[in-house]
């Protein structure tokens, strides 16, 4: 398994980053990292919104699309849904997504 870089930025515009596995979620790495920022409050089952991102391009399109119950849970995010927002819980960590960049809303709930 290798490792990438992926670079946090908060809505205050600090920045944290983090080195994480590839094959696990980019949620995982994060709590797994201790950012603040994603609370994840169901584990990462897809029953929730508190791990929403926003991926920009160009990393968005290094992404599969999301699934329908993705997009259908953005709908309870605290924050606004822009493009390129994601549930991190669904973005499974490749070795193609080193230098990710993710913003982070300025509240989960």
């Known amino acids: ?10 809505a205050d515009q600090t920045e944290e980053t983090i080195t994480a ?7 995982k790495a994060a709590v797994d990292a201790d950012i603040h920022g994603i609370e994840a409050d169901c584990g990462g089952v897809l029953t929730c919104a508190t791990c929403h991102v926003m991926i920009d391009s160009p990393w968005a399109e290094k992404l599969p699309k999301p699934v329908a119950d993705e997009t259908d849970m953005l709908d309870f995010a605290a924050s606004p849904v822009e493009a390129g927002s994601r549930l991190s819980c669904q973005v499974r960590l490749t070795p193609e997504l080193d230098g990710l960049v993710v913003r982070l809303p300025a509240s989960q709930h």
Not at 1 to 10: D, K, L
Not at 21 to 27: C, H, I, P, V
């Open 1 to 10: 398994m290798s490792t990438i870089h992926i670079r946090f930025v908060h």
């Open 21 to 27: 596995a590839t094959g696990q979620s980019l949620m």
